[in-house]
């Protein structure tokens, strides 16, 4: 696992044909990555799953941030057991 406290990394990704770069910490590009393999898509396409909803909330955060609240919110939606643990979804 990536070093938990290790600062912010930039890096580009495709969003409906358009690049962007987002800044988040490599603890959340892992986590990302992971996500992406177990659900069978490219993180470009879970980055813009994520995008679409965020885009539809009353009050839009930006995409660094609503990666990291998805991230954290799939966390939760897990069993208790599986949260006591600390294990990240796959």
Do not use: C
Not at 17 to 37: C, M, N, Q, Y
């Amino acid at each position: 696992m990536a070093d938990i406290y290790h600062p912010p990394v930039k890096r580009s990704v495709e969003i409906a044909g358009h690049k962007t770069s987002i800044s988040l910490e490599p603890l959340f590009w892992d986590w990302l990555r992971r996500v992406a393999a177990a659900d069978g898509v490219p993180v470009n396409a879970l980055v813009a799953r994520i995008d679409a909803e965020r885009i539809a909330a009353a009050t839009p955060p930006g995409l660094a941030g609503a990666i990291r609240l998805w991230l954290a919110g799939r966390l939760l939606a897990q069993p208790p057991g599986l949260q006591s643990e600390g294990s990240i979804p796959e």
